[in-house]
């Protein structure tokens, strides 16, 4: 709260105490000089001469004593009056008087403290709310200030060791902190700091991480706000939060800016603008740019932003003299994996036989804030069992709750449909062990999980690999087609369980010949519009080019060809195997769930097989419709 404001509010805690004091003054007074006595007390007085005046009020006869009285009392009132007081008063040799009490102040009180209280129960309640909302005792006056929020070196409590996996974004802002710390020895060779960083990248991958972790190295002013808390309902109010901001940041330079979910501000400008729609946005990002071309970096000032929707920013924002740097903030891979592993268990007490590179291994495309997520469900489903530290198998178990969700011990098959999942299950197992190349299967299971999964396979890769042939793009549909091959194949109809799968293998079928080029009969071409701009948002889909019917159909019939042609495959595999396949089923209807060493005495696999060469994520559960 401004100091304005404590000084105000001082000065009324003055005038109410000095009121207070005054009024307890006269109340002390009045007790200390008048006494209450009964109307017979009260004529003995009289007649005795001992009061100089009577007052008549309403109610209350008041007499003035001559003298006062051994207690010190002055004053007398009695309050009864008789109908017949005048004739008795004029017996006696007193003045007396009659008096009308006026009872305007207290119809006033009755009627305005009521409403004094309420008026200040509500000012009470309206400024903390302001204060808690950054807008303080001004209210409305203060609605144009900025509310950015100011660390400085130990507010945070983080600082670049706590930040594992993304070494390269670690390394760019490390430099930025460096320039803060020592501007001329960096820039001794005429280099100037960076005006702008923008840390782009799905969600849960550390952005706001790293950010506070340049407020905990750099030691300067961090102000830290987020993108939506610049507009409100009064036009203008976003601008104006913006020159504020920058004006606070000047002032204490050197210093950084963090805006997060940068998105919500810097959204690009485009027609519904004509019509007035985002006049407010527009205004406030338009102060954003000339607050951005305004301030020199050889004051310190330095802007960080974030966020994970870049296609969406205007292009004005993202040139270069305004954000210089784009750092991307990706998932991180195995080694990363198990940095990030390390820096979460640190307070968690591992068991001697927990190996980090084999938990990263199951988390192939999980992000900064998954893993952080998985140590914790770890840690309770040991808290869970009693135990005294963390097990590998709690690990899984985190692993299975987050992919595949929560087992549903009282959702009860009937012994068809258990005996079906089995086999489907095993199908996708077999298929994948006997290809070798989509990854070690690790645990195959019949447990119900989740919405409408009856069963899941995970596999874990051996290594991070970043391209994909067509011939293992062509096992990945095989695996995926392994249950539906190994129903039909056992029991000579199909279900509802391959629901998932098959979703799966269209999109991949449908990727290798609109998008890599994989089918010679179409060429080397694309037919998509690319989708790197867009950081894997869920439910996307691009629009598509304009394309003639002749190529949509001979489209489809090249994605029903790849799918057709890898069925077949797979289900000429589970017939050369289909005694492995029903010992596989049958001792997942007796366990329920098979471990990788289980699989290997079923299917054959000896461990000193050459280890697999292609990356596949966990496998997602099958699904009903």
């Not at 770890?378 to 135990?387: E, I, S, V």
């Not at 995926?480 to 199909?494: D, I, M, S």
Request: charged share 25%; net charge neutral; proline share 5%.
């Amino acid at each position: 709260m401004p100091a304005v404001n404590k000084t105000s509010w001082n000065v009324g805690y003055w005038v109410f105490a000095l009121l207070l004091l005054v009024w307890l003054q006269s109340a002390w007074q009045a007790a200390s000089t008048v006494e209450a006595v009964p109307y017979s007390e009260f004529e003995r007085a009289l007649a005795d001469g001992r009061i100089d005046e009577v007052t008549v009020g309403d109610t209350t006869l008041t007499g003035r004593l001559k003298s006062p009285g051994p207690d010190g009392k002055t004053t007398l009132v009695a309050n009864r009056v008789e109908p017949d007081l005048a004739q008795r008063l004029s017996a006696y040799p007193v003045p007396y008087r009659r008096v009308v009490e006026s009872t305007l102040l207290r119809d006033l009180l009755s009627w305005v403290l009521p409403g004094l209280v309420f008026f200040a129960l509500w000012f009470f309640l309206i400024r903390r709310v302001l204060e808690k909302q950054g807008g303080g005792l001004g209210g409305f006056m203060s609605v144009g200030k900025s509310r950015a929020k100011v660390y400085v070196q130990a507010d945070t409590g983080v600082t670049f060791a706590d930040v594992a996996g993304v070494d390269e974004a670690k390394a760019e802002l490390q430099e930025i902190v460096a320039f803060l710390k020592d501007p001329k020895g960096r820039g001794r060779l005429g280099a100037r700091l960076p005006r702008g960083v923008l840390l782009v990248g799905p969600p849960g991958t550390g952005k706001t991480l790293l950010a506070k972790a340049v407020a905990g190295e750099a030691g300067v002013p961090f102000f830290s706000i987020s993108g939506s808390e610049f507009v409100e309902m009064f036009v203008g109010v976003g601008a104006a939060r913006v020159r504020d901001l920058f004006e606070q940041a000047r002032a204490q330079a050197p210093a950084i800016i963090f805006i997060d979910e940068l998105d919500a501000l810097g959204r690009a400008r485009g027609a519904a603008s004509a019509i007035g729609g985002h006049d407010e946005r527009e205004q406030t990002l338009n102060q954003l740019l000339a607050e951005l071309d305004g301030f020199d970096s050889s004051t310190g000032l330095v802007l960080l932003a974030a966020t994970n929707r870049p296609e969406v920013l205007d292009p004005a924002l993202l040139r270069a003299g305004r954000f210089d740097r784009q750092v991307l903030v990706d998932r991180p891979d195995k080694t990363g994996r198990v940095q990030v592993l390390r820096v979460h268990t640190r307070k968690i007490k591992l068991g001697a036989q927990v190996d980090l590179e084999q938990v990263a291994q199951l988390t192939t495309g999980f992000s900064g804030a998954d893993l952080a997520n998985l140590c914790n469900e770890a840690a309770l489903a040991a808290t869970r069992r009693g135990a005294d530290e963390v097990s590998v198998d709690d690990f899984t178990v985190a692993v299975e709750r987050i992919v595949a969700g929560l087992e549903k011990k009282n959702r009860l098959l009937n012994p068809r449909e258990r005996r079906i999942v089995a086999h489907h299950e095993m199908g996708h197992a077999l298929v994948a062990l006997r290809l070798g190349d989509g990854g070690v299967v690790h645990k195959v299971s019949i447990i119900p999980r989740g919405i409408g999964a009856l069963g899941y396979t995970i596999q874990r890769p051996t290594e991070d690999r970043f391209l994909m042939t067509r011939a293992e793009l062509e096992h990945k549909i095989m695996v995926l087609l392994g249950g539906r091959a190994a129903e039909q194949l056992v029991f000579g109809e199909l279900s509802t369980g391959a629901a998932d799968d098959l979703a799966k293998v269209t999109d991949i079928a449908r990727d290798m010949v609109t998008r890599f080029g994989m089918v010679p009969a179409l060429g080397p071409l694309s037919y998509e519009p690319p989708r790197q701009a867009f950081l894997e948002v869920p439910g996307y889909v691009p629009g598509g080019w304009q394309l003639s019917a002749e190529t949509r159909l001979r489209i489809d019939e090249a994605v029903r060809e790849i799918v057709t042609q890898a069925l077949a495959r797979t289900t000429e595999l589970l017939v050369r195997e289909r005694a492995r396949l029903e010992a596989g089923a049958q001792a997942l209807l007796e366990r329920e769930t098979l471990d990788e060493a289980a699989l290997r005495a079923i299917v054959g696999v000896d461990e000193g097989r050459a280890a697999p060469t292609m990356p596949a994520p966990s496998r997602a559960p099958d699904q009903t419709p």
